[in-house]
């Protein structure tokens, strides 16, 4: 290549993923609308007991509750580095992460698998992947990521956790003996669930268990495990 042309954009330089991750973080910030909307409901469900996240589950069907940029470009250059072929995600919504990782995936050869229980949901982060030019290699598996993970072949070299919190811990356990040995694990919201997370990182931290694990300040906690199981 002449010394005078730039290189090709790539990754999420590439017009089409910068374009539409740009417009899918700048229409999250209404996130902030959707939670107002929620606080009457999470105050009265207060008062009865019920958990603020119960209460506001209703009004999540609008939130795209997405990673930060930051945390967004960090996942993509851990599965750059560690060349992650087979990259699935627990926790879809309308699909910020999975472009961030499908991008990844499209540089190492693989396949980005998301998953979504909420049908429009799933259906508006796979033309976001389209839009993004990213359908090759990616697809998001409508239904319970229990149900939807169960048949998936592995070996899976990244995961990333960011479902419901109560499932982090069965969904690892569904896919660990598909794991590559070596495979990266990564969860969201530690900080901001850390009485629900806590099982999930005493889990990935138990040193008699079958992970390295750090929690890193970003965002709302960031746990970053690599599988030391055996091979699958
Ligand atoms: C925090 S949001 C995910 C945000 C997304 N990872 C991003 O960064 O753009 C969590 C999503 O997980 C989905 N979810 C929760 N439980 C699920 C399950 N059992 N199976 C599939 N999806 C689930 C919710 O519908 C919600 O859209």
């Not at 999250?28 to 603020?52: C, E, H, M, W």
């Amino acid at each position: 290549m002449p010394f005078d042309m730039p290189p090709p954009a790539h990754g999420l330089n590439a017009p089409q993923v910068s374009a539409t991750l740009a417009r899918l973080h700048q229409e999250a910030r209404q996130d902030r609308n959707v939670l107002l909307r929620a606080l009457p409901a999470i105050l009265t469900g207060y008062l009865k007991g019920r958990s603020t996240f119960e209460s506001a589950e209703p009004y999540l069907k609008d939130a795209y509750i997405p990673v930060s940029p930051d945390f967004g470009r960090l996942m993509y250059l851990a599965a750059l580095s560690s060349r992650a072929r087979n990259i699935v995600e627990f926790g879809s919504s309308f699909g910020i992460s999975a472009i961030y990782l499908a991008a990844a995936a499209r540089e190492t050869g693989g396949q980005f698998i998301g998953t979504e229980k909420d049908t429009r949901k799933a259906q508006i982060a796979l033309r976001n992947l389209e839009e993004a030019g990213l359908s090759r290699w990616s697809d998001i598996r409508e239904g319970d990521a229990r149900e939807s993970l169960a048949p998936l072949q592995g070996p899976i070299d990244f995961v990333f956790l960011d479902g419901w919190k109560d499932l982090y811990i069965p969904i690892l356990k569904l896919l660990e003996p598909k794991l590559s040995p070596g495979a990266t694990i990564m969860a969201d919201n530690i900080f901001s669930f850390r009485k629900t997370l806590k099982p999930f990182v005493d889990y990935v931290s138990d040193p008699a268990g079958h992970y390295e694990t750090t929690t890193l300040n970003i965002g709302s906690g960031v746990s970053w495990s690599v599988w030391r199981g055996e091979k699958c």
